[in-house]
């Protein structure tokens, strides 16, 4: 059976090393990268199971990499970092990453983490191709399998956390959810950050439709509840 493989990226040699033996003692097979160019160059040449990346880097940031990273692959990527701000986890979630965990850290609650992320993947991995079909609103049109969001016939882009919600709450028309219920769906149950994540990725989803010349605001708020979707001419919440 082959190992799992990990990239830890970090520009601290003690953190490198304290996580390799940590991750060593799992079985994982390492590579490590001390720079963002190292690690895009490691993401180049190799297929990994999950990434470990730390925000703060020496020559690019870890919301750079994890942009680039995404620009090629849709492998796990674990945020590990100092930062506690929670706009920072919101931030980290938002362009691309799959987890964010905070240092200090125990080593328990970073296998489970990542072994609930690789989990993930390859249940989505082996999930059988369907042909892609459409959900088709006035002037919208999403269509899941190939994560493409049309409005007025142009194609719109959405980050990925803000393309699975929309398209959730899509295909689920009329039914309300809670903050916590679309925090399972999207982020696991292991998920320790605020519910609040939510409202910002829909206030991003409402302003690209806005601007992309909708005319009513399909994502309802239900007060007290959460939101759904919903195409009865309401007009755009701010």
Known sequence: MSKLKVLIVDDEWNMRNLLRIYLMKEGFEIKEAATGKEALALVHAHLFDVIILDVMMPDMDGWQICRQIRERVNTPILFLSARTETRDKIKGLDIGADDYLTKPFDSEELL???????????????????????????????????????????????????????????????????????????????????????????????????????????????????????????????
């Not at 690789?118 to 609103?137: C, D, E, K, W, Y």
């Not at 803000?162 to 679309?182: G, H, K, S, V």
């Not at 206030?203 to 239900?222: A, C, D, F, W």
Request: glycine share 6%; charged share 25%.
């Open 112 to 238: 489970a983490r990542l072994f609930s992320l690789i989990r993930r993947s390859v249940m989505n991995q082996t999930t059988p191709v369907q042909p892609a079909r459409g959900l088709s609103f006035p002037d919208l049109i999403i269509t899941p399998e190939a994560r493409e969001v049309r409005i007025c016939d142009h194609p719109i882009e959405f980050t990925q956390k803000e393309f699975d919600l929309l398209a959730t709450l899509a295909q689920n028309f009329q039914r309300a959810y809670t903050r916590e219920e679309l925090v399972e769906r999207l982020w696991g149950y292991d998920f320790e950050g605020e519910v609040r994540v939510v409202d910002t990725h829909i206030k991003n989803i409402r302003e690209k439709m806005h601007n992309s010349g909708l005319k009513y605001n399909p994502i309802q708020t239900v007060w007290g509840v959460g939101y759904k979707f919903n195409i009865s001419g309401d007009t755009h919440e701010k």
